[in-house]
Every structure is written in C-alpha cells, then in structure tokens.
C-alpha cells in the first residue's frame, strides 16, 4: 500500500499527470491485484511475474476487453513496475521483454473549418460569465492547440496581454511559449473583466473558474466542448483534443511547417505530430495535381 501511495505522489508532483490521469492508473493496478488475489491467492502486485501478467491478460482478451484497453491496462502495470525499480523495491521488470497487443489504429477526424467557424462567428454566447469563460475555452483550443489539462491549470499570470503571448507548463513540466490571436485577447479580456466583477473567488490564482468561483475541471471543460459543438457537429467525437486535433490539422493543411506545430503542440518528437498529418494528404493532393506540370496529361 505504502508503495502505492508513493507511486500516485510520483504521477502528481514529477510526472504533473492529471486526477483523471491517475485515478486510471491506480484503477487499472487494482483489477490487476484482484486478479491475482482470485487467482492466486495474492494481492502483491511487485511479487508479480510475468506468467501471472500473461494470465491476466488472457482473462482480459476472453472477458472481451479490446486489445486498446489491454495495452492501456499493461501500461500502467508496466510504469508501475519501472517505479519500483527506480526506488529499489524490485530487481527486475517482469514486461521488460512485453510486446503490446497488436490494435487497428482509430483516425481522428477533426472538425472542419466550417464546423469552427459556425461556434465562434454563428452561435450567440451568453453575455454571462459562463458565457464569456466558454467562448474563451473553445477559442483557446482551437487558436494555440493546448492540451485539457493544461488549459485546466493556467493561472492569471501565464498570460502576457503586452507580448500578446501565453505561457503553458506541459507534460514533464516543460514550458512553453505560444502566441495569442488578436481575437482572442479581446475574448480573454472580456472575460477578465467578468473573472474580476466575481464576487466570491474562492481561487484567486487560476484563469478558469467555475461560476462557484473555484478551479474548473477536466470533466466541465468536457462538457463544455461537447455541448457547444454537439449544435454544430454531427460527428461521433466532440472533445477538447478533436479541437486540438483540428488546429494542428488546419495549420498543416496552410501550409504550416511540420517542426513549428510540433513546437506549438509540445510534442517531444516528430513522430507524436506525424498522426496528424494524415488529414493534410487530401490537401496535398489537390496541391499536388494542381502544380505538378504533368498532371494534365
């Protein structure tokens, strides 16, 4: 128990995962300690070897859980265990040699241009805090491509009116750097003006607050996103990374540089802004068929 504790203080304060974050892992670290309790009479889960692992996972695979959700599953297992090594508590990783379930990779369709433009230019905001803190919401989405989590965690001061500039602390605790659209500034003014008006802030410190006055979540700025485009979209997934997943889209689809929206999105490698790029191929088709001087014969 006590290594458990220290692993969840590990994900909050070194990793900077989110609640949800870590309410997964340690969810997915319970099923497996009560598979082994049932099946082997132990709860133990860092005496664990990997014959018992492959056990669970054949349990998982028959009990019809996707090959997606098992891998996920693995995965926290597997961090879990990297945790352990790196403070002493085990020799070895028993899935240092797993390979992961093979999985259909799922594409991400953004919103289209049209589908933005009819929730910020064509749908009436309230001109209520709540409504001038959801426009806001969505336009930071789509004009700087930050993360849920991120967005969640802005304070008043990462926000720079005079360089026009944002400051966002990302995953590992890395900064970074991104700019704000002129249309934006006038929506997060506004918005600061409502934020200020507030009569009870519990939380001076954060830019997002609830009407309540205290920290926004995860869960709100979900809804928030589905609600608005759920009038605008017919599409299955409306979320905040469907916002984030169009905003790199869109800046590809201009033309955009490959490295610069890596930058922005705070990717550590390429190869994490490379999914994106499937979308831009219809793009560069038409580009391609319209310059290339032979397509015409």
Sequence with gaps: MNALKAFTDYLILEKNYSALTVKAYT???AGFSEFLRDEYNSEEVSNTNYSEIRSWIVYLVEQHISNRSINRKISS??????FLLKVGAIESNPLSKHRALKTNKKVQVPF????IDKVLDEFV?????EGIRDKLIIELFYSTGIRRIELVNLKLNNINLQSKTLKVIGKRNKERILP??????????????CRNNMEDKMDKEHLFLTR???KINETLVYRIINNYFSKASSKVKKSPHILRHSFAT???NQGADLNAVKELLG???LAATQVYTHNSISELKKVHVKAHPRSKK
């Design 125 to 129: 905001f309230d001109e209520s805090f």
């Design 77 to 82: 297992l597997n961090s879990y265990f990297k």
């Design 112 to 115: 289209s241009k049209m589908e």
């Design 250 to 252: 869109h800046l590809l």
């Design 27 to 29: 969810s997915d670290l």
């Design 267 to 269: 990717h550590s490698s």
């Design 212 to 214: 309540k006055g205290v």
């Design 180 to 193: 704000l659209l002129d249309c934006t500034l006038e929506t997060i003014n506004r918005y600061l003006e």
